[in-house]
């Protein structure tokens, strides 16, 4: 198996942070990594936000427990003290990607998420791709935190990849063959 496809299939979702600070090569390969993903049309509807400011993640994190701990719904909050009471599981560096809104921005952002998530991998460090890094922005700080994170006019949350070193491993999820259809017969049963 290929170095590619070996980072491919041990990757897992890191949820356990150490303290320990990217290097400024780390964070260049992963922002190099972010840039070089396919777009659609190559329009590249993504702003970057490389965030290392331990304090403003330590903010966000706790306006999103706020956010969740007001929440009709109490799931989410729930399982997040049962994790550690931290949204962004003490994570060094958030890489935030902002959204022109677009047609296929949703996609080109998901595109570049898996980019900087097997490049994190790939150097040695964990990674999880963060939806909920959209929580804070939804309560009534999310201007004055996108203003603050330098949000570009017009752009709003894509997704998030939190990075950093893994403080613990895990296995990656198991691969489930149920969930593909093959046409080719033929194909099929080599694969099978």
Partial sequence: MNETLKTIMSRFSC????DTPLTDEQIKALTDAALASPSA???QPWHIIMITDKALIDELDAEGMNVMRSAED?????????????????TPCMVMVTSDGSDWALMD???????????AHSLGLGSVICGM????????????????????DGYDFGIAILVGTAKTGKEPHELD????????????????
């Fill in 41 to 43: 049309v190559n329009r």
């Fill in 15 to 18: 949820r356990d942070f150490a």
């Fill in 109 to 119: 952002c998901g595109i570049l998420s898996q980019n900087v998530s097997l490049a």
């Fill in 133 to 152: 890094a959209r929580i804070p922005l939804s309560g009534s700080r999310g201007d004055e935190l996108k203003k603050r994170m330098k949000f570009p």
């Fill in 74 to 90: 109490k799931s989410g909050y729930e399982r997040i003290m049962a994790r550690g009471g931290k949204i962004f599981y003490n």
């Fill in 177 to 192: 063959r149920s969930k593909v259809t093959f046409i080719s017969e033929v194909y099929s049963e080599r694969i099978g």
